[in-house]
T-cell receptor, first 113, second 114 residues
Framework: QQQVKQSPQSLIVQKGGISIINCAYENTAFDYFPWYQQFPGKGPALLIAIRPDVSEKKEGRFTISFNKSAKQFSLHIMDSQPGDSATYFCAASSNTGGFKTIFGAGTRLFVKA | DAGVIQSPRHEVTEMGQEVTLRCKPISGHNSLFWYRQTMMRGLELLIYFNNNVPIDDSGMPEDRFSAKMPNASFSTLKIQPSEPRDSAVYFC????????????FGDGTRLSIL
């Protein structure tokens, strides 16, 4: 019940295309959903985050779509660039039941030039 | 502004030795997190401090692992005795307050136990 399931495991997209990464959760106590970007040899860095009272949040080329009833959320990267090639993690946090932050397994994105 | 600072960046040691990982959070941040990243298990939260007090240590794998935060600017994660299965990248992160604020990660300590 504490898991966050992320797909796909890896993704290859042409430059200029749209990258889509999906996550699903089970625990309805989760109420904060961030996405992190990680480059090799570096720690994850926050990209964008959403709370369940909104269905979509956009920051530049990055958009989170959130479906509370389906317990799913996704990251869309518009106009994908080679510099976006990295590993992306979704996460879910709850302030109840143990103050957990649970990360998805990660998606390795490669954007072809 | 300096980010989260972790040391050492790399550590190679033999099984049975004590390992101490260090973290300096961002000044003004009240929450500190220790994570472990492996290929098999991904990114796992080990322990979470708020205002220097451990709030959730349910992710600490076993008694060989311990973490302390003696003051707002320093934390340690200790493994004693170390085992080969502890080999991983260990990250420290800090946030202004709690799990619902952006967590700022250090660059990690790559630990290899031979």
């Amino acid at each position: 019940q504490q898991q966050v399931k992320q797909s796909p495991q890896s993704l290859i997209v042409q430059k200029g295309g749209i990258s889509i990464i999906n996550c699903a959760y089970e625990n309805t106590a989760f109420d904060y959903f961030p996405w992190y970007q990680q480059f090799p040899g570096k720690g994850p860095a926050l990209l964008i985050a959403i709370r369940p009272d909104v269905s979509e949040k956009k920051e530049g080329r990055f958009t989170i779509s959130f479906n509370k009833s389906a317990k799913q959320f996704s990251l869309h990267i518009m106009d994908s660039q080679p510099g976006d090639s990295a590993t992306y993690f979704c996460a879910a946090s709850s302030n109840t039941g143990g103050f957990k932050t649970i990360f998805g397994a990660g998606t390795r994105l490669f954007v072809k030039a | 502004d300096a980010g989260v600072i972790q040391s050492p960046r790399h550590e190679v040691t033999e099984m049975g030795q004590e390992v101490t990982l260090r973290c300096k959070p961002i000044s003004g941040h009240n929450s500190l997190f220790w994570y472990r990243q492996t290929m098999m298990r991904g990114l796992e939260l080990l322990i979470y401090f708020n205002n220097n007090v451990p709030i959730d240590d349910s992710g600490m794998p076993e008694d060989r692992f311990s973490a302390k935060m003696p003051n707002a600017s320093f934390s340690t994660l200790k493994i004693q005795p170390s085992e080969p299965r502890d080999s991983a990248v260990y990250f420290c992160a800090s946030s202004l307050s709690g799990t619902h604020q952006p967590q700022h990660f250090g660059d990690g300590t790559r630990l290899s136990i031979l």
